[in-house]
């Protein structure tokens, strides 16, 4: 309907592909000039009377010679059809699932759009189906915005005019869900850090590369160091690894292998020239890395390893990089620079479940105390065309996982074929305050890199053993977390980690020496507390607190400082009157302390 009333009002519009997504839809098109808001409501309006005609679907199977003559106008359905129809790149990666929407299985099918009245066709379009018999059983839609797209998502491809939608099974249902898209609107990340100062994508820097602002960097120290914490005490250690490596340990890894699509380019360095400039010795090639874990691989391997070492957890706060499509760089959750909290635990075959259950409980207890607590969890299957090893290290490590997630007693999915090229993993969903389900931990079991490297553990008996590998990313990255909970709690942090915890309010500026004293206090017990002095009044300084997002606020008048109390007053607008220093400080303290999601 989209499509047809795009071509309706706009004559010779081309198509590209409109598949249905998470929630919606959405159609790319290429006209001569980029759609304008006006457009969507002439679109919509036009789209209801198509409803209102009742038009049927009717399904046509039809051959490739027959779809180009009909199609001959719309070269990017031309062009669907030729990968339709070329087997060797039927079964390439080129085919996406959005393309597959449209191109389909193994016949090509057209939908015409015909008059009930009359039988005539409308209007027609290349498309897998199926649909539903009529347009009048659209109960509720919506235009929601416009983006640009490169065709087929390649920059050097044309760039088309994308319209997204949503359609619903009733008008309650859509206007629910067009609540939550302007609430979510309020919630972005990339909104809330600027307003709030917290972090910026400089031009200058490149696309999908943050730099964290000094009330960013808190709110992060704050989120690593409980981590490191909380790590030391279940038994981790910490280490580090560089930016870059020769190509060597990218191609003994498999990374060069299976996912050179997703990192940067080599850099050539370390040639060698005589003195006449003829080379010695040829540049090396050198990589970004994308991941940790071969660097983590190399530590295991650098000494000798007993059996008494296992399981060996090593941890690193380890930044990567990878080079993500400009289509796809969104913000701090798809970036192409980032921080993983990077854990790979090495053991033996008998400690593997234990390992496993004890692991994916640390996970979701953590999450827990960053005010998360609704979870599913996620099992990622083997995909043959896109990984190593053999079937029944699969199987087992699958098994191994599969046991771990049924012991959390939590809802349990399949992502049949979604596991990445080393081995399969459990992922932890989350579900934010909106209801939006966020993947953020994941856990991968890995007999793979083991062999690559070459690892090895002496056993009880003195033989050399091969240990199992498990990857595990607690945040998924820092950034990305950082978005998650940005978005989770509108910017208002709870206490414990609120880049500013308390602001102190004078009614005039006579009262603010006994605020700084109140002030000093709280610093010293390591509470972050400012005052504020400024020239505005009061109202106008508690409006700026809560505009901030702090916690607690601490106001004192005459009545106040003569007494030895505060009002103490909360960034939802309650206020307690009359409180004494002792209990205003300890308010907050214990605030802190528990990590209370106020």
């Known amino acids: 309907m989209l499509a047809q009333a795009v ?4 004559p010779g519009t081309a198509l590209g592909i409109g598949p249905p997504i998470e929630n919606g839809f959405y159609y790319d098109f290429a006209v001569e000039t980029p759609f304008t808001p006006e457009d969507l409501k002439r679109i919509e309006k036009r789209m209801k009377e198509i409803i209102k005609q009742g038009q049927r679907f009717e ?7 027959e779809a180009k003559a009909e199609l001959a106008k719309e070269p990017f359905k031309l062009e669907l059809i030729d990968v339709l129809t070329n087997a060797a790149v039927k079964t390439s990666s080129e085919i996406t699932t959005d393309m597959a929407a449209d191109i389909g299985g193994e016949e090509l099918t057209i939908y015409d759009n015909v008059d009930p009245r009359t039988g005539e066709r409308k209007w027609g379009d290349l498309c897998r189906g199926p649909h539903v018999e009529t347009t009048k059983e659209i109960p509720a839609f919506a235009l929601t915005r416009i983006a640009a797209a ?4 390649n920059e050097k491809n044309p760039q088309l005019q994308r319209i997204y939608g949503t359609a619903w099974e009733s008008q309650e249902k859509l206007d629910e869900y067009l609540h939550l898209l302007v609430e979510a609107e ?7 850090g600027a307003e709030l100062d917290l972090f910026s994508f400089p031009e200058e820097i490149g696309s999908g590369l943050a730099v964290f602002h000094p009330k960013g960097g808190v709110v992060r120290k704050l989120m690593e160091d409980y981590s490191r914490e909380r790590h030391e005490q279940a038994g981790y250690e910490f280490v580090y690894s560089p930016h870059v490596a020769k190509s060597r340990l990218f191609e003994t890894s498999g990374h060069l292998q299976w996912f050179a699509d997703g990192m940067y380019p080599p850099m050539q360095l370390d040639i060698e020239r005589d003195a006449d400039g003829e080379t010695k010795r040829p540049a090396q090639d050198y990589y970004l890395k ?3 874990c071969p660097f983590h691989t190399l530590i295991f391997r650098a000494k000798g390893r007993s059996y008494r070492e296992l399981p060996l957890r090593l941890f690193e706060f380890g930044t990567v ?4 499509k400009s289509g796809v760089v969104h913000g701090l959750t798809r970036a192409r620079g980032f921080t993983q909290d990077d854990a790979h635990i090495f053991c033996t075959p008998e400690q593997m479940p234990a390992e496993l259950d004890s692991l994916l409980t640390f996970v979701l207890d953590l999450l827990r105390d960053y005010g998360l607590s609704d979870f599913y969890l996620e099992i990622s299957t083997r995909d043959p065309s896109k990984s190593m090893g053999t079937d029944q290290e699969w199987a087992q490590a699958t098994a191994a996982l599969q046991y771990a997630a049924e012991k959390q007693n939590l809802p349990l999915t399949l992502d049949e074929g979604g596991a990445a090229f080393y ?12 209801g939006r389900s966020w993947q953020l931990s994941t856990i991968q079991v890995d007999f793979q890199l083991p062999q690559r490297f070459d690892l090895e553990y002496q056993d009880s008996d003195g033989t050399r053993k091969r240990p199992i590998m498990i990857h595990r990313a607690l945040f998924g990255s820092m950034e990305r977390f950082f978005a998650v909970l940005l978005e989770h709690y509108a910017g208002a942090f709870p206490p414990w980690l609120a880049p500013v915890q308390v602001v102190a309010i004078p009614v005039s500026k006579e009262h603010t020496p006994y605020l700084e004293d109140i002030v000093g206090r709280l610093r010293t017990q390591g509470v972050r507390a400012e005052i504020d002095d400024g020239d505005d009044r009061m109202q106008k300084k508690i409006r700026n607190a809560q505009t901030r997002k702090v916690p607690f606020m601490l106001i004192a008048g005459e009545q106040d400082a003569s007494a030895g109390r505060v009002s103490f007053r909360y960034r939802d607008g309650t ?10 400080v300890e308010r907050v303290l214990d605030a802190i302390r528990t990590r209370t999601q106020v």
Not at 321 to 324: A, D, K
């Open 7 to 10: 071509q309706d009002l706009f």
């Open 59 to 65: 399904r046509r199977v039809t051959t490739p010679t």
């Open 150 to 153: 490169y065709w087929r998502g």
């Open 186 to 192: 309020k919630r972005d990340h990339r909104k809330l």
């Open 290 to 292: 994308p991941m940790n």
């Open 321 to 324: 990089y990878r080079y993500e």
């Open 423 to 434: 081995g399969p993993k459990i992922s932890v969903q989350a579900k934010d305050a909106l």
């Open 575 to 584: 206020q307690d009157n009359g409180i004494a220093i002792d209990d205003a």
